[in-house]
């Protein structure tokens, strides 16, 4: 009888034991899975306010929407489906302004009328960026030179990969920066597909190591012929403002921020002065 009732009472306890230790994991577990939660909401909390454009906040206030029609729109067949629309309706119904702009730059300075640079493109594909020829002949081996005289300018290049005062620009080419005339044929490398209307700046190689573990979030999107960058001062931003503003678009973008962002560019584009483009 004795050793019936010390079996139970060990059978007991051993039960008891386990229940305990149940509950015990189980509390750790969920400690564990909040901290997780708080750690994720913290890096999202992080990341939204990045960069928030100015006047729009809202785009970085939430989430982008990923259920209904929200969802939908802000799908890549969709955005797809807007880049071929918009970049056709471009290069026919803007002919003429490209006839025009054409016969300008041969007239302006002997040379070729596009000028061809390799970009890199979404998932690091390389592709060859087309725009109308703002610079003189042989600008890219004259650019050498300015800079190995000069170590101010040397920097400045090193910093921006742009020159403020940069002398190979003709006058014809520098109004047509200051109005993004230069990048219309641009529309051609969204047509196949190289580029998107609206997306992050198209980098060339040498600026991936600007970007660190960055450019795998920016290389998830195609680059786009305007931006958040593009209205948000362009130039006259810090190079590492550029990478946040970057980041940003490729995490948060929508269909609703596209749209916003051509409706900027539109008003960039009709008054350029103080745009920061040069």
């Known amino acids: 009888m004795k050793a019936m009732i010390g079996l139970i009472l060990i059978a007991r306890a051993k039960t008891m034991l386990r229940c305990s230790t149940i509950v015990s994991y189980g509390v750790k577990g969920r400690d564990v ?143 047509m920066r200051m109005t993004s005339l230069d990048e219309l044929p641009q529309f051609w490398n969204v047509l196949k597909g190289d580029m998107s209307v609206v997306g992050p700046r198209p980098l060339v190689p040498d600026e991936l190591k600007r970007y660190g573990s960055a450019i795998h979030t920016v290389l998830e999107v195609k680059p786009g012929i305007t931006g958040l960058w593009q209205v948000s001062g362009r130039n006259d931003i810090p190079y590492d403002r550029r990478i946040q503003i970057d980041v940003s678009y490729s995490r948060y973008h929508s269909f609703s921020m596209d749209l916003w962002i051509l409706f900027k560019t539109v008003r960039v584009v009709l008054f350029p002065k103080g745009n920061g483009a040069y």
């Open 33 to 175: 899975m909040t901290a997780n939660r708080q750690a994720v909401a913290e890096e999202k909390a992080r990341s939204r306010t990045y960069y928030q454009p100015e006047n729009f906040p809202i785009f970085f206030a939430s989430h982008r929407p990923n259920q209904g029609l929200g969802g939908y729109l802000d799908g890549p067949g969709v955005k797809r489906a807007f880049d071929i629309v918009f970049s056709a309706l471009a290069l026919t119904l803007g002919a003429p302004l490209y006839l025009l702009v054409a016969i300008l730059v041969k007239l302006a300075a002997s040379g070729p009328i596009f000028y061809a640079q390799t970009r890199v493109g979404r998932y690091g594909r390389r592709f060859v960026c087309v725009k109308f020829r703002t610079m003189i002949v042989d600008a890219d081996q004259l650019l050498e030179n300015i800079v190995s005289q000069n170590p101010a300018l040397q920097q400045e290049f090193k910093n921006n990969f742009k020159l403020k005062q940069d002398p190979r620009i003709t006058p014809l080419g520098r109004f």
